[in-house]
Every structure is written in structure tokens, then in C-alpha cells.
């Protein structure tokens, strides 16, 4: 029945996507494809399809690039942390799977692992790191290195350190012990958040039970407010997730992936042999990330709300602002600002599961009235 239910909603707010509308929001797009790893080892640590795995080795394997930077969480002092590696061994590119719904610092560790980097080197990151990237190689001569292929995540907003740490803490209150690995997400459709603890008890729950904060706004980045870039412009191929109805049911879960230069579309050619691909129309993709695609874009409607709370959003997008647009940014702007409190972010942490969840449905159903 849920389904069904889905699959009418997505037939209900379909949106008719123009040239402009996709190149406006992902940038020129060569081709489109549902897919995920053929290797079954790739897949099931995967927060999607384990494509970006599955691509990187692949490439690796048959020495069309030397290594990858890529982003590993870990454990310190009972806190999840990142950190960007080097890895020049297509085997250790397992220790590095899955999503990392936190903020990182691209900025600070990439260049000087690329200045001492030798080969033909790969780089993943988020949009905001791929556009960082871009502008570093226009300035900086790599005197070893050649970064021949960049991989794009969509993203929508990073969620702060503070609350992957209350998040976590409380999960180790309810097991009773320290944090000993960490997920924010694994499994099929939405999948789940899953935290092994010290005393062996692995505590597991549907990915909302973290998502909905950030989903909400809550404890998000402050530079996410500025940005509109959803599926990365500045990459070769970018990866993301498809929430459309029709694939809930679907017993493997897909990658989203646009292919977006002419490195791109050779390199993904070379790989397509560990993927079970399928090209679909790029309208598709943008129809399974729509709400989120769309409120991120529209910088034009935070600017205005933000000056309400005495923030200062420069508005780069001029996007036409309907009155979903405004009470949608005032939300957002009303969310980010409260959770930057020391004495209210504790009251949006200890609020019901229920009423949050009925907070969300309200956000998303104005979001799909636009």
C-alpha cells in the first residue's frame, strides 16, 4: 500500500523539466543512468549503489589511475571524525565506503596530499569541494600528480560535528556503552543508521531517526545556506541517491549518476563492465531528488528570509520566489538559527520522534507544492 501511495505522489507532483531547468541546476549533462556494483562485496557496505567504489576500483585495477582521494571515517575519543586519504590500493578502498553525514575538511588536508600525490590521481568530494578543487588546479602546477578524473556526491546540506556527537551519545547511552564504529547509513531504500558500541551491542535505526534533523535543517553548515550547487557542476560524474516510489521495492538498491564531460564519459565507459547500468532520461534523476534540488537552488528565497534573522545571504541565483519559496526559507533560516542555540538545541534533540516526523511531512509537502 505505501507503494502504491508513492508512486501516486510522484505521478501527482511531477514536474515538467525544461533544458533550462537541468542545466540551470545540474549543469550540462551528457548522459544518465540508474546503476550499482556487480561485485556483491562492493554493494552490501554501500550507502547506495556502490558505484563511486566500484568505478574507483575498477579504474585502479587496470592501472588507468595511479590513486584516489577519498574521505574515511573513524572513531576518536568516542567521536566520529573524517579524514582524506591517499589510497593507491584498490582493496583498501572498502574501509572508506559508505556516507559521511558530516562536516569535513577538504579544504585544509586535499592540496597537500595532491602536491605530494604522484600519477594519475581521482578525486571525490562534495560540490562545494569539487568547486574548491577546481579553482586549485587553475592556480597550482601539481608537480607529480595529474588529477585526471573528478566524482561529485549530490548533496543537499552537511550536518555539524555537534550533532553527529549528541546524536551518537545518545545511542550510547541506550547500549549502555562507548562508540566503537559507526554508519550513518547501509541497506535498502532509506536504509539504517548503525552504531557498534564497546560492549559488542549494536544499535540499530531506520536512517530518519538521524536524517530528519538535518533533512529539517537542524544543525546544518552555515556555508550549505549560501550554496546552490545539488549535483555538483564542477565534476565529471556525480553520484547521488534516486527517492522515487517506484524503487522502494526494487530488491538492489541504484545510484543516480550524470555523466557531465567528455573524461567522464570515457572513463565511465572503461568501468561499465563492474556496474549494471541502465541509461534512463536525466529528467528521471532530477524527479527523484526534486524537493531537495529545488529548496537548495533557490538561494534567492534564504537572502530574503535570512535578513529576518539578522543573517546575510548573497543572492547569486535570482530565482523567481513564490510564496511556498518564502515559508519553505523562513523554516530553514527558523531551524539553522534555533539549533545554533546553546539552551534550544537541547529541546529540538528531546522532542518526540512523532511530532519531528509530522514537522518533516509538512516541510516536504510544501516543498512539493511548488
Known amino acids: 500500500m505505501s507503494s502504491l501511495l508513492l508512486k501516486l505522489a510522484d505521478r501527482l507532483t511531477r514536474k515538467k523539466w525544461s533544458a533550462g531547468d537541468i542545466n540551470r541546476l545540474a549543469g550540462p549533462v551528457r548522459a544518465s543512468f540508474l546503476a550499482y556494483a556487480a561485485e556483491e562485496k562492493i554493494r552490501i557496505n554501500a550507502a547506495s549503489g556502490g558505484c563511486v567504489t566500484a568505478v574507483l576500483s575498477s579504474l585502479m585495477k587496470a592501472g588507468h589511475i595511479d590513486g584516489a582521494v577519498v574521505c574515511r ?3 576518536t575519543d568516542r567521536r566520529v571524525r573524517t579524514k582524506f586519504e591517499l589510497v593507491t590500493d584498490p582493496e ?5 565506503q ?3 553525514y558530516i562536516s ?4 585544509r588536508e586535499v592540496p597537500d596530499l595532491l602536491l605530494k600525490a604522484r600519477g594519475k590521481i581521482a578525486v571525490v568530494g562534495l560540490p562545494c569541494d569539487i568547486a574548491f578543487l577546481t579553482e586549485f588546479l587553475k592556480r597550482t602546477n601539481l608537480p607529480a600528480a595529474e588529477v585526471v578524473l573528478k566524482l561529485g556526491l549530490f548533496c543537499g546540506r552537511t550536518p555539524t560535528k ?3 556527537d549528541r546524536f551518537t551519545d ?4 541506550q547500549g549502555g556503552s562507548a562508540l566503537n564504529s559507526f554508519n550513518f547509513r547501509r541497506g535498502a531504500w532509506r536504509g539504517s543508521v548503525i552504531a557498534e558500541l564497546s560492549n559488542g551491542i549494536k544499535v540499530k535505526k531506520p536512517s530518519i531517526y538521524f536524517q530528519i534533523y538535518p533533512n529539517l535543517y537542524f544543525f546544518t553548515e552555515k556555508k550549505c545556506l549560501f550554496c546552490s550547487d545539488h549535483f555538483c557542476r564542477n565534476c565529471d560524474i556525480s553520484f547521488g541517491d534516486i527517492w522515487l516510489g517506484e524503487m522502494k521495492k526494487s530488491p538492489l538498491k541504484y545510484s543516480s549518476v550524470l555523466v557531465k564531460t567528455p573524461a567522464g564519459e570515457k572513463f565511465f565507459r572503461l568501468v561499465s563492465p563492474d556496474l549494471n547500468i541502465k541509461e534512463v532520461p536525466v529528467e528521471k534523476i532530477m524527479e527523484g531528488q526534486k524537493r531537495a534540488a529545488l529548496t537548495h537552488y533557490n538561494v534567492s528565497a534564504r537572502s530574503r528570509a535570512a535578513k529576518l534573522f539578522g543573517i546575510r545571504i548573497p543572492d547569486r541565483t535570482r530565482c523567481r520566489i513564490s510564496v511556498y519559496d518564502s515559508i519553505i526559507a523562513f523554516i530553514i533560516l527558523f531551524n539553522y538559527r534555533i539549533s545554533c542555540s546553546e539552551k534550544l538545541s537541547g529541546i529540538i534533540l528531546s522532542l518526540p520522534a512523532p511530532l519531528l516526523k509530522l514537522y518533516l511531512y509538512f516541510f516536504k509537502g510544501l516543498e512539493s507544492l511548488r
Open 170 to 173: 545518545k545511542l550510547c547511552r
Open 73 to 75: 571515517r573513524f572513531i
Open 104 to 107: 569535513t575538511s577538504f579544504v
Open 92 to 96: 583498501q578502498l572498502y574501509r572508506f
Open 98 to 100: 559508505g556516507s559521511n
Open 162 to 164: 555537534e550533532l553527529v
